[in-house]
T-cell receptor, first 114, second 111 residues
Framework: KAGVTQTPRYLIKTRGQQVTLSCSPI?????VSWYQQTPGQGLQFLFE???????NKGNFPGRFSGRQFSNSRSEMNVSTLELGDSALYLC?????????????FGSGTQLSVL | QKEVEQNSGPLSVPEGAIASLNCTYS??????FFWYRQYSGKSPELIMS????GDKEDGRFTAQLNKASQYVSLLIRDSQPSDSATYLC???????????FGAGTRLFVKA
């Protein structure tokens, strides 16, 4: 069974640009969560999707958005990039996003904003 | 106050010793507790989960939960150099649809 797939693996953008990151969950998993990881802040929760619905959102500005498609694949978008958005963006999936489920992480997208 | 707090370390232990990692959380509604391990340059992977008060053992790993004190810990017995990694404590509450992570504790096991 294939794991969580994130593309692209690396991205370099300049301030003011926008970026879209993609995540394909493990087959059969319907819950997708996104996290931002930086050395200083650790893993910060961005949002969680289930069956194309955003069920929870972290404390990030509106420049960060996401969506989920009917096949459970998910994208996140960051508009008007800032230097501080440079981070590793991790996607994680689980079967239904219930309380006891563990998360399976992808390899992440390393975003550098210049 | 952060939702999930861990000592960032680094924690250094000799090979064969017991490594003790600690975590506190602020939301009393939290129901599920996890420990993830993250090697440098890799993604987090689950090593333990615990849902009720007490101890849970799995091989060399023991997770301990005390909901009254809002405290979770992970013990690694017979520590090996391959255990050197960052250990992330994670907490999930009922109906919250989100898993909150601590900043992680870096563990070094010296051969």
């Amino acid at each position: 069974k294939a794991g969580v797939t994130q593309t692209p693996r690396y991205l370099i953008k300049t301030r003011g640009q926008q970026v879209t990151l993609s995540c394909s969950p493990i087959s059969g998993h319907r819950s997708v969560s996104w996290y931002q990881q930086t050395p200083g802040q650790g893993l910060q929760f961005l949002f969680e999707y289930f069956s194309e619905t955003q069920r929870n959102k972290g404390n990030f500005p509106g420049r960060f958005s996401g969506r989920q498609f009917s096949n459970s694949r998910s994208e996140m978008n960051v508009s008007t990039l800032e230097l501080g958005d440079s981070a590793l963006y991790l996607c994680a999936s689980s079967p239904a996003g219930t309380t006891n489920e563990k998360l399976f992480f992808g390899s992440g997208t390393q975003l550098s904003v210049l | 106050q952060k939702e999930v707090e861990q000592n960032s370390g680094p924690l250094s232990v000799p090979e064969g010793a017991i490594a003790s990692l600690n975590c506190t959380y602020s939301d009393r509604g939290s129901q599920s507790f996890f420990w993830y391990r993250q090697y440098s340059g890799k993604s987090p992977e689950l090593i333990m989960s615990i849902y009720s008060n007490g101890d849970k053992e799995d091989g060399r790993f023991t997770a301990q939960l005390n909901k009254a004190s809002q405290y979770v810990s992970l013990l690694i017995r017979d520590s090996q150099p391959s255990d050197s990694a960052t250990y992330l404590c994670a907490v999930r509450n009922t109906g919250g649809f989100k898993t909150i992570f601590g900043a992680g504790t870096r563990l070094f096991v010296k051969a």
